[in-house]
Nanobody, 121 residues
């Protein structure tokens, strides 16, 4: 059993900052990538940022230069520092991790429960 637990969402004024955290726990052999997606009302879920193990970070075009993703591999935790927030950043932010639970086994996609981020104008 694998769990992703998110924290750090909330309400902030435009121009402000928030930091999201997501910790993976459970039966984990290795984590191939961790990242964040978001979903605004009436819109599809979209990539915010991800960070593969040993690879380059990827950002959605709308957050480049404002958001920073990082990982603490020892803690199986991913962070998202969000700066210069805009009302259009409002949505539910979901943590995502691609996890291998046994050696030489398949990699599975796991999701957190989501955390609400609301940016007021």
């Amino acid at each position: 059993q694998v769990q992703l637990v998110e924290s750090g969402g909330g309400l902030v004024q435009a121009g402000g900052s928030l930091r999201l955290s997501c910790a993976a726990s459970g039966n984990i052999f290795s984590i191939n990538a961790m990242g964040w997606y978001r979903q605004a009302p009436g819109k599809e879920r979209e990539l915010v940022a991800n960070i593969p193990t040993g690879g380059r970070t990827n950002y959605g075009d709308s957050v480049k230069g404002r958001f920073l993703i990082s990982r603490d591999n020892a803690k199986n935790t991913v962070y998202l520092q969000m700066n210069s927030l805009k009302p259009e950043d409002t949505g539910v932010y979901y943590c995502n991790a691609r996890i291998q639970i046994v050696a030489r086994g398949a990699t599975y996609n796991y999701w957190g429960q989501g955390t609400q981020v609301t940016v007021s104008s």
